[in-house]
DNA sequence: TCATAAGCGAGACGGTACGTCGTGTCTTACG
DNA sequence: CGTAAGACACGACGTACCGTCTCGCTTATGA
């Protein structure tokens, strides 16, 4: 029923990607807490000791099905504008982020848990945003668009920061409007400020 | 040993008000899932039946504990200066959601549980917010720093979120560094954009 | 509703009689441990603590109840001839207890706790048989229908005592015909044994 | 420290006997209701998942332990002589009930409450003693000792019966002498009545 | 006639056991 | 050998009950 397809590029076996994808699919309708172990077992016709001989705990379960669920979402856009490639990645991120806003806070969980969490939470989803978007900025650098100071090292992340707020905390998820106000209004005032 | 500070202007009795420091403080140490709801009544000298009889399950017991802890930390800087105000709640903002990221992830999972903890979510934690920071900028609309249009519906968080975002999803504490930052180089020039 | 009949000769007052038939009441429908105190104070539209200035405990409570319920039991037939005396005070225990069978089971319970329900239960509950049986017996003898030395201090109890047994152990609560083929063919063999 | 001995015969596995024997013991340790569930999974090192898994309340287990105890205290004296077979049955009986007295009034509890466990009581405590009773009879019309008609259906359980009333009703357990004399003069009259 | 006290209904409370359920480990049997 | 199936120890959850306690209200008495 559960064939192995979007396992492309992945560190896991199909089996496993398998266990993954039903691990990804119950969290996403029940919730971090209602989801068992058991019913994934279940679901995928799967011994629990074929699934903890993988993911030693629940929470490490969860967070590769997270991680894997997660995986191909991070594409550059490369318009040729930074108005425009700020734009596109905010639709992005808030698309992606929608969707998944339950996963998220469930895997937030485990990070109060360990710091190997945190850890792991940074390398495999927060760096891969960290790069896109010094990416993006570097390119209007050298359009001559923003100044080469716009790009620090603190407050890189205030596009995605913001957006997973709206969906993971509160209720509200952002509209293209919001991505549109968020660009224009906020972003863009800040960075081209003393570029002309 | 725990005497009822702190209750004033609260919706709890003066016993309830302990139970929430009990838990709060529990929570913090151990975080959501190794805190029982039997060590905060034994902590508490109370039975679970008393914890139970108004928080029917762990979870609500949890929120309202959080939400408890938060409400006395939403105070008006009110300096007399728009980007005074700005630093000062973010100043604000970032130290007590410093101390309570753990508690903020913690009751994450249950708004993914059900849409009424997202809904007591917005009235309790974020419309406190939201009527702080407008009432900064209708201040500051009245002196003459920014103009009335400034003052929108949907982006008026994003000096908060942002924050939230720091100490919650990411393990990178916002420092008083990234607060000035933040509000010199990003609010602020959108904010008094065209009112020069 | 409940009026305080019944309650002559009783050390109850009028408003304790009425707590002990409505306890005797609701053990009779649930049973021992189904029978909370709770309910006795509810149905009855008394104060818990009313009821435990009384009977400091549930199972003080259920015994005064069972004693209240079986004081008027015992009443002498006195026909005049011994077997017609036994199978009269038999019909009237296999009645009795046949109606009363699961207090007497509550009973029981509390006298496996402590040695002190167990002589009450002698005192107030059996010594009044044993008396009763023995006056019957008595009588026999001086009419010459047995012997003196039938009257034992160690089996005097067998007739009560095995209906008793077949009401309380057994489901089989015993017939008439159950009485008559024991006075008959049981215990008038053995005691006019001997007195041809 | 608990080897499964005692389970021959036993519809039970080894593991659930050794639950059963624990519960027995803590049952006659502690009495009904200071016996605990949690006490018999420490004392076992077994899960209350395991013990609920078999038997669904504590009233089942502790009926189960009940049975078991004492599914091995019936045996046929066959001594070849009625009244020496009734001596020894009672003497059996005398000593196995004086020894159970409390357990069998807890288990009683539970007769109250539904009549499944009085047909449970019927099947697997009484039924067992009827037969082994009307075996000793039978052999007893066979050697010419008494009449057939002194196999009766109703009567049969005086012997026990009583015996069961003296130890779970009233402190006086019964003594040697006790059975000696219901032997005697009570149960054999009755017995050999007419076969002289 | 009014005040002060004693008893009662109502019900919250601390404690404790029950019965349920989920995690992570382990064993058995199959392919 | 790896896997499906599922029993198991551990421990937390949420419920129910016992016996204690406080709070008002009513009633019964003394100035």
Redesign the interface.
């Known amino acids: 029923m559960r064939s192995a397809d979007g396992c492309t590029d992945s560190p896991w076996s199909p089996r496993e990607c398998e266990l993954l994808a039903v691990t990804l699919q119950l969290l996403q309708e029940h919730?971090?807490?209602?989801l068992t172990v058991d019913a994934v077992a279940a679901t995928a016709r799967a011994s629990k000791a074929t699934i903890y001989r993988r993911w030693p705990t629940k929470a490490e379960l969860v967070f590769a099905a997270f991680v894997e669920g997660t995986r191909q979402a991070a594409v550059d856009p490369d318009t040729g504008a930074l108005r425009d490639d700020l734009l596109r990645l905010g639709e992005n991120i808030a698309a992606h982020v929608g969707t998944h806003?339950?996963t998220?806070?469930?895997v937030?969980?485990e990070?109060?848990?360990s710091?190997e969490f945190?850890?792991m939470?940074?390398e495999q989803f927060?760096d891969q945003r960290k790069a896109l978007i010094q990416r993006i900025l570097t390119r209007a650098v050298a359009r001559g668009e923003i100044a080469a100071a716009a790009i620090?090292e603190?407050?890189w992340?205030?596009l995605p920061?913001?957006l997973?707020?709206?969906s993971?905390?509160?209720?509200r998820s952002p509209s293209h409007?919001?991505v549109h106000?968020?660009v224009d209004?906020?972003?863009m005032?800040?960075l081209t400020?003393g570029s002309t």
Chains 1, 2, 3, 4 share one sequence.
């Open positions: 919730g971090y807490d209602r806003a339950g998220i806070r469930a937030l969980v990070m109060s848990r710091a945190g850890a939470m940074q927060l620090t603190d407050l992340d205030v920061g913001y997973i707020f709206r993971v905390l509160t209720g409007q919001t106000d968020l209004n906020v972003l005032p800040g400020r």
